[in-house]
């Protein structure tokens, strides 16, 4: 059980962040494990978001580009592939083709328009958010960052559960697809809400409430999309998952303006 969770600790980091993590194992036990560890990711991701984001306003930067560097830092820990499927994602919805050919619009290396329109308003809703944070304060800003990316890859553990189909037969979508058990999808959930309702507590005043029900929101926004993606393309790619990833962070980011 020890080595599996090593390796699944590996599979998280290694697929899901460019960090330089070797996965050492990559079959379906190991693909669970890593799925069930992906908000410990997303929470690693987070932080290292937050650090540089908190010294650059500490150093008197201002908050816009505390921001601009905390959204930066993600999409350069992922080498960009969250935000490609985002795009890919977007231009094969948009398509309104039938599920063949708009699989094989997402897996063409070009961003169409439907995608570069849906890249320009998820980043600038990510800076604008956190530009109101961390113009609150960097404590504000920094708890914005870690719970927005802890619930990211949260989203990505309830989109590997099982019953939800992979849209190709390789790539990652088919690799992780429903591999989750519900009850461990259910005890991730419970404890990655809970942490990030202790982060928000650590502000004071509703923040425990309100960081929480960022991340519920965040999940069911995240749920919607998935459905959609299943319906249209008959299940997950590595490109939906990505999509995933940057729309529940984005949504649990909106919540936390308000």
């Known amino acids: ?129 956190l530009f109101e944070l961390y113009g609150q304060g960097w404590a504000q800003g920094a708890a914005g960052t870690v719970v927005a990316a802890v619930a990211a890859r949260l989203a990505l553990t309830l989109a590997s559960r099982q019953g939800i189909p992979p849209a190709r037969p390789e790539g990652l979508g088919a690799a992780v697809a429903g591999t989750v058990p519900f009850g461990g999808a259910a005890i991730v959930t419970v404890l990655a809400v809970a942490a990030c309702a202790g982060t928000g507590a650590l502000l004071g005043g509703y923040g425990a409430v309100h960081h929480a029900v960022a991340v519920v929101v965040a999940l069911g926004v995240a749920h919607l999309l998935l459905r959609h993606c299943v319906r249209r393309f008959g299940g997950v790619t590595g490109d939906v998952f990505g999509a995933l990833e940057e729309t529940a962070a984005t949504a649990a980011l909106v919540v936390l303006a308000f």
């Open 1 to 129: 059980m020890t080595s599996l969770n090593s390796h699944g600790i590996r599979f998280a980091f290694g697929t899901l962040t460019a960090l330089p993590v070797r996965v050492t194992r990559w079959d379906r036990e190991t693909a669970r494990a890593g799925m069930l560890g992906a908000p410990l990711a997303g929470l690693l991701v987070g932080l290292l978001a937050a650090v540089p984001g908190t010294l650059s306003l500490l150093l008197g930067s201002g908050p816009l580009l505390a921001a601009v560097v905390s959204v930066a830092v993600p999409a350069a820990l992922t080498r960009g592939l969250h935000l490609d499927g985002l795009a890919d994602t977007a231009d094969g919805l948009g398509s309104a083709k039938p599920a063949e050919e708009a699989l094989r619009i997402m897996k063409q290396s070009d961003i169409g328009p439907f995608g570069v329109i849906t890249l320009l308003f998820v980043l600038l809703a990510q800076v604008a958010v």
